[in-house]
């Protein structure tokens, strides 16, 4: 069996447990308030702007034995950077000062995926970010473009307005998925997918904990 099958079957059930979250219904089916769309943006916000900077400390801690994940992160970083702009144009169509934004304190939830995932890539080992980039790209590929549309047929918005960020990311993060099961073939050794399935784990375990606070 490859990486990637055993990887899918061992952490379908944590994806299925984020789908299965009220909220997430509640966004699919078109139900999410202006008041509820700006908060999660808001924390989304803090998650997109540290995407990359946790990304390029892995990065600089990845040894040559694993310099495909390094250039794969090279090559996600100069696709990702300056995201975070797509988010404040987001909000600043529901009337949210960038400053703001900027300025605020992200809810516990979000302040601990953030932390998390800096320091499983600096102190655990530097292949944690790719369990980081399975789950928010996987979630992300699977619902985003879906959030945007239900979400703005909820609130009587055209696209994409508004939903730049969610709409744009839906077809791109597929790419991402496709690229990164690539890179998932280039790691063989077993203790390494360990760590990396435990970080995708980790990662829907406290996206969730986002999406419920």
Known sequence: MSFFIQLLETTDANRCELEGLQ???????????REEYKTFLIDLYHIVWHFCPIMAAAASRCPDEFVEVRYHLYHNI????????MVLNDLEVFG???AAVKASQPSYAVQTLIAYNYY????IH????????????LISSVYSGQLATSISLGLDMPLP???????????MDLDHVAELRE???????????????????VNFYLFIGFLES
């Open 183 to 201: 890179l998932l073939q280039t790691i063989e050794d077993p203790s390494i997918q360990d760590i990396i399935i435990n970080a995708i784990k």
């Open 96 to 98: 949210v000062d960038a």
């Open 126 to 137: 530097p292949c944690c970010v790719v369990g980081m980039l399975y789950a928010l790209e």
């Open 161 to 171: 307005q508004g939903f730049s960020f969610l709409d744009s990311h839906s077809a």
């Open 23 to 33: 909220k997430i219904q509640d966004m699919l089916n078109g139900k999410m308030t």
């Open 120 to 123: 499983a890539s600096e102190r």
């Open 78 to 85: 100069d696709e990702e950077k300056g995201h975070e702009k």
